[in-house]
């Protein structure tokens, strides 16, 4: 599995880069490595048995990937795809190959790993499309540890919050106006206040609070960001 920029460290450990779009592991194929997010974020994507598949979570740094090999489980479930470019640390495993003595540390990676894919899910079921785009790029923010969120494609957006790529555009637009996003300053960056930001403000339609009117130049600007 050579890569570009590839450096080998102690303990058989490789470490490698990978670019924005480069898959890392792909569904169904046999998993020979545990692979562990160094720097930047990662895309799970799940196929269905018919049909294209769809982003269900995002990882990122510390969270590992392909612990199922150690229980003899070697296919992979899901596609990782580099969400941004990224740096990945990889180890060789012998299929069912799992030490007492790291069990354990294997149990509590795989409950993590779990409850990502929970939190991941529940974003699928806030009733307002505003809302799950909010909380979607919060997990981004909150997996990369920073409160600066490059935005993802819309496509990779919409399908993390069950949105049409269009819906998404118009409800980071609502965001910006209502004062839950901010814009950075540079394309395609968004600030996100700390959470629980203007969460009492009275919300009379059911969504967000919308600072000011509805214009078509903020939609624009907006849309011009995912260009």
């Given at each position: 599995?050579?890569?570009?920029?590839?450096?080998?460290?102690?303990?058989?450990?490789?470490?490698?880069?990978v670019s924005a779009g480069?898959?890392?592991?792909?569904?169904?194929?046999?998993?020979?490595?545990?692979?562990?997010?160094?720097?930047?974020?990662?895309?799970?994507?799940?196929?269905?048995?018919?049909?294209?598949?769809?982003?269900?979570?995002?990882?990122?740094?510390?969270?590992?990937?392909?612990?199922?090999?150690?229980?003899?489980?070697?296919?992979?479930?899901?596609?990782?795809?580099?969400?941004?470019?990224?740096?990945?640390?990889?180890?060789?495993?012998?299929?069912?190959?799992?030490?007492?003595?790291?069990?354990?540390?294997?149990?509590?990676?795989?409950?993590?790993?779990?409850?990502?894919?929970?939190?991941?899910?529940?974003?699928?079921?806030?009733?307002?499309?505003?809302?799950?785009?909010?909380?979607?790029?919060?997990?981004?923010?909150?997996?990369?540890?920073?409160?600066?969120?490059?935005?993802?494609?819309?496509?990779?957006?919409?399908?993390?919050?069950?949105?049409?790529?269009?819906?998404?555009?118009?409800?980071?637009?609502?965001?910006?106006?209502?004062?839950?996003?901010?814009?950075?300053?540079?394309?395609?960056?968004?600030v996100l206040p700390p959470a629980g930001a203007d969460?009492?403000?009275?919300?009379?339609?059911?969504?967000?609070?919308?600072?000011?009117?509805?214009?078509?130049?903020?939609?624009?600007?907006?849309?011009?960001?995912?260009?």
């Open positions: 599995m050579a890569r570009l920029g590839q450096t080998e460290g102690g303990d058989g450990i490789v470490e490698f880069g480069e898959p890392v592991l792909r569904q169904g194929e046999p998993v020979r490595h545990v692979l562990a997010a160094k720097v930047g974020l990662l895309t799970l994507r799940r196929q269905g048995p018919a049909g294209p598949g769809r982003a269900i979570a995002v990882i990122g740094p510390g969270q590992t990937l392909g612990l199922r090999v150690l229980a003899g489980q070697d296919a992979a479930p899901v596609d990782a795809v580099a969400l941004t470019d990224a740096r990945v640390c990889a180890r060789a495993v012998v299929p069912g190959a799992v030490a007492p003595a790291v069990s354990a540390a294997v149990l509590a990676e795989c409950v993590r790993m779990a409850e990502t894919l929970a939190d991941w899910a529940a974003i699928g079921r806030l009733p307002l499309a505003a809302q799950r785009v909010e909380a979607a790029l919060r997990g981004l923010a909150a997996t990369a540890d920073t409160h600066r969120v490059v935005l993802p494609d819309r496509e990779v957006l919409a399908e993390l919050t069950a949105c049409a790529p269009e819906t998404v555009s118009r409800a980071i637009a609502t965001l910006v106006r209502a004062g839950r996003l901010q814009r950075g300053e540079r394309r395609r960056i968004v969460a009492a403000l009275p919300m009379p339609d059911g969504g967000l609070p919308v600072a000011r009117q509805d214009t078509r130049a903020a939609d624009d600007a907006i849309n011009r960001r995912f260009a």
